[in-house]
């Protein structure tokens, strides 16, 4: 099974292309070492104003390096956030174009569940681990998983001072945390940031596979906007005269 896998919910713009292997591929592996999934290429570009410009660039970059077309593509996975509002719309609108063009499922998934799956626990991480994005307005995006990769709380909107509390609430105990907001995370929570193993286009991929390989049909897909947006509606006029 060919996917494309993108997100726009970070500044970081992600478009890779990988491979999953059904399970009955899985059982004619004779080693049985075969992985369930092969990243073929992934391209990754920080730019937080540039999402539509670099998303669909990528995606024809990932996909020329490993050799495929888009025709060649069974589904597209795609990063739901949380996220800016703009961020996310990118991402969602072109996953949904390709998917009516190509006539090909799109699956969503929480963009920290792929971040959780993409950065596998090392051999002496046991304890819960946190996910960290920017929310911008001096707070994070915030979620708790444990060593299992269960989400035991969030993606929530938070201030950094708050999310001590916030956590001990949840009876969450985290040994390490993850992702692209950690340093903000860092002065109220000083917990060690591993540096990144895997790749975030394997986690989305991880995070979708049971619906995949099961032919679950997608639902429409629902960004994670947790948030308003910064721009508002402007309101009705004020009279100069009071009235």
């Known amino acids: ?33 075969a992985e369930p999934v092969t990243l073929l290429s992934e391209h990754t570009v920080t730019d937080p104003f540039a999402h539509a410009e670099k998303l669909m660039p990528l995606v024809q970059q990932a996909l020329a390096e490993s050799g495929k077309a888009l025709a060649d593509l069974d589904a597209v996975v795609i990063g739901l956030g949380p996220g800016p509002f703009t961020g996310l719309r990118v991402g969602v609108a072109t996953a949904q174009a390709l998917g009516d063009a190509l006539d090909i499922p799109v699956h969503g998934v929480g963009s920290h569940d792929a971040i959780a799956r993409s950065q596998p626990p090392g051999p002496s991480d046991h304890a819960d681990f946190l996910v960290v994005t920017d929310a911008r307005r001096r707070e994070v995006y915030l979620s708790a998983y444990s060593a299992s990769g269960a989400r035991l709380f969030g993606p929530a909107p938070i201030t950094p001072v708050a999310a001590p509390a916030a956590l001990a609430s949840a009876g969450v105990t985290a040994g390490r945390m993850i992702g692209p907001g950690t340093q903000l995370l860092a002065p109220v929570l000083p917990l060690p940031v591993p540096a990144p193993t895997g790749h975030l286009g394997t986690g989305l991929v991880l995070a979708a596979a049971r619906a995949l390989l099961t032919g679950v049909v997608p639902g429409p897909l629902a960004p994670l906007y947790l948030r308003r947006p910064d721009a508002t509606a402007p309101g009705p006029r004020k009279s100069v005269l009071g009235r």
Do not use: F, G, N, Y
């Open 1 to 33: 099974m060919l996917l494309l896998a993108i997100d726009t919910s970070t500044p970081a713009v992600t478009a890779a292309v990988l491979s999953l292997l059904r399970p009955h591929e899985l059982a004619l592996d004779p080693s049985a070492r």
